[in-house]
């Protein structure tokens, strides 16, 4: 490739990292959700990277040994999400741009531009101090993808990545890296780019999944799904998945929704962990312990059968008087 065809090849490229960037300016906004300041941001053939001054999220040495730092920093869900829609915000960026779908940039292995995004959430997912799943993290970023399109806030940083590609063209091998100044400018030029609207839309997310994601579970349990032959579904069970639960103590039915734990969907026939929260638990009060079986169903049709790990609201738990 001539330098031309090199410097349009990584031009999506530019846009994925100013996604990044732009994750950051978001997130500084509010002070639940700031990220700390960028100290590097390097675009180029072949490097591309932006690295935060202060690495909440990212492993510095050892999974081993930072693995209960993380989990405390995970503690901070808003700035958590925050950090969720940093991270999506490359592939999201380069989605738009390449006009295609985000799962073509984001995902495990080398053949996806994304591959270091998809691999820093999984392993923040694996010692997170609360569940979630990438079926939500798509959610997140199906409505965040909206917020951007809405606003044509991709389309309006072309300026910006013009006037980067003309520097990329000029300096050494291809590769531009900005001094502190350098990047204090472009970070307030994305800055004076967001309209007050989206940053409005991406306080209401932020808001939105902070809540889901903070909403504890009444207890846990082992599920085990019934294969298709037995009578259970027929498709996959995403998690999240709300069915009607019936426990052996009483007639009264509830809806219970069910989140799988390091998971993202359960086979019919599987058996998996799950956080289970109950639409109404007065019928539940003081009933719960470890063993208590109870089955969940679509209709009439029973798909499976549960029993009670743990209880995590107290109220529910027998022998515990209410609060």
């Given at each position: 490739m001539n330098i031309e065809q090199k410097l349009e090849y990584i031009k999506s490229t530019v846009f994925h990292e100013l996604g990044h960037l732009t994750g950051y300016?978001?997130?500084?906004?509010?002070?639940?959700?700031?990220?700390?300041?960028?100290?590097?941001?390097?675009?180029?053939?072949?490097?591309?990277?932006?690295?935060?001054?202060?690495?909440?999220?990212?492993?510095?040495?050892?999974?081993?040994?930072?693995?209960?730092?993380?989990?405390?920093?995970?503690e901070n869900i808003p700035r958590t999400v925050a950090w969720f829609i940093e991270v999506?915000?490359?592939?999201t960026f380069q989605s738009i741009v390449e006009k295609k779908h985000f799962k073509s940039c984001f995902g495990f292995g080398n053949n996806f531009d994304g591959h270091l995004d998809f691999s820093n959430l999984a392993i923040v997912r694996n010692v997170s101090s609360f569940n979630w799943n990438f079926?939500?993290?798509?959610?997140?970023?199906?409505?965040?993808?909206?917020?951007?399109?809405?606003?044509?806030?991709?389309q309006n940083l072309e300026p910006i990545?013009?006037?980067?590609?003309?520097?990329?063209?000029?300096?050494?091998?291809?590769?531009?890296?900005?001094?502190?100044?350098?990047?204090?400018n472009l970070t307030n030029q994305i800055h004076n780019s967001i309209p007050k609207k989206l940053l409005n839309d991406y306080k209401e997310i932020v808001d939105k999944?902070?809540?889901?994601?903070?909403?504890?579970?009444?207890?846990?349990?082992?599920?085990?799904?019934?294969?298709?032959?037995?009578?259970?579904?027929?498709t996959n069970a995403k998690s999240g998945y709300r069915p009607t639960i019936k426990f052996d103590f009483s007639d009264i039915q509830t809806s219970g929704s069910?989140?799988?734990?390091?998971?993202n969907f359960a086979i019919p026939g599987q058996t998996v962990v799950a956080e289970i929260r109950v639409a109404s638990t007065?019928?539940?009060?003081?009933?719960?312990?470890e063993g208590t079986a109870f089955d969940f169903r679509e209709g009439s049709r029973i798909i499976g059968f549960g029993k009670v790990i743990k209880v995590v609201n107290q109220n529910l738990e027998l022998g515990k008087a209410s609060t």
């Open positions: 300016c978001l997130a500084s906004k509010y002070e639940e959700t700031d990220l700390g300041n960028v100290k590097s941001f390097e675009i180029g053939f072949p490097k591309n990277i932006v690295v935060p001054t202060k690495s909440f999220y990212h492993i510095e040495l050892d999974l081993l040994k930072e693995q209960d730092r993380i989990k405390k920093e995970t999506i915000s490359g592939c079926d939500e993290l798509h959610e997140l970023q199906n409505e965040f993808l909206k917020t951007l399109i809405d606003h044509s806030f991709v990545v013009q006037e980067l590609l003309n520097r990329i063209r000029l300096a050494p091998l291809l590769q531009l890296k900005l001094n502190p100044s350098e990047i204090e999944y902070t809540f889901v994601f903070s909403r504890k579970a009444d207890f846990i349990a082992e599920l085990k799904y019934r294969t298709t032959e037995e009578g259970g579904r027929t069910q989140r799988f734990m390091n998971r007065d019928f539940l009060k003081n009933k719960l312990e």
